[in-house]
């Protein structure tokens, strides 16, 4: 009679295997199908990469100079920053949603300067770039 116990247990326990299993398996499968809403946590890339920028700016900048040498580039996250920050995420994407571009004339003193919004220029502007005497000599 104990050889009929132990016949009852081990297909009991085959049972209770087969119905862990199905439903790790089944648990996998609801879990792999399933699609998790991160629109709302990741906020969406917007503007233009670093090169996209610089193209854009560089058709405005060879007007104004003609043969003109990339200055400053450098990505913003706020339209009217009190300072001036790289993309909160632009390490990983190369992309701003708003530059600025600074262009230098090479055979004078003068600088242009793109401010760029999302994919288009917001403003331009020209000025005055003036370097002081060196404090130290070449020595």
Not at 6 to 25: D, H, M, N, Q
Not at 48 to 67: D, M, Q, R
Not at 98 to 127: H, L, R, T
Request: charge should be neutral; proline fraction near 3%.
């Amino acid at each position: 009679m104990s050889l009929m116990i132990i016949k009852k247990k081990f297909k009991f326990g085959r049972l209770i295997a087969l119905i862990l299993i199905t439903a790790i398996v089944m648990t996998i499968f609801t879990a792999c199908g399933r699609k998790t809403d991160k629109t709302d946590t990741v906020p969406a890339l917007v503007g233009l990469a670093s090169i996209e920028a610089e193209e854009l700016a560089w058709t405005e900048a060879k007007k104004v100079f003609g043969n003109t040498v990339l200055w400053r580039l450098a990505p913003i996250e706020e339209r009217d920053p009190t300072t001036m920050r790289l993309h909160s995420d632009w390490q990983n994407n190369d992309l701003s949603a708003a530059w600025f571009v600074w262009y230098a004339d090479p055979v004078g003193e003068n600088w242009f300067m793109v401010s760029i919004q999302g994919k288009s220029i917001a403003n331009k502007d020209i000025g005055t770039r003036s370097f002081s005497t060196m404090s130290m000599d070449s020595n």
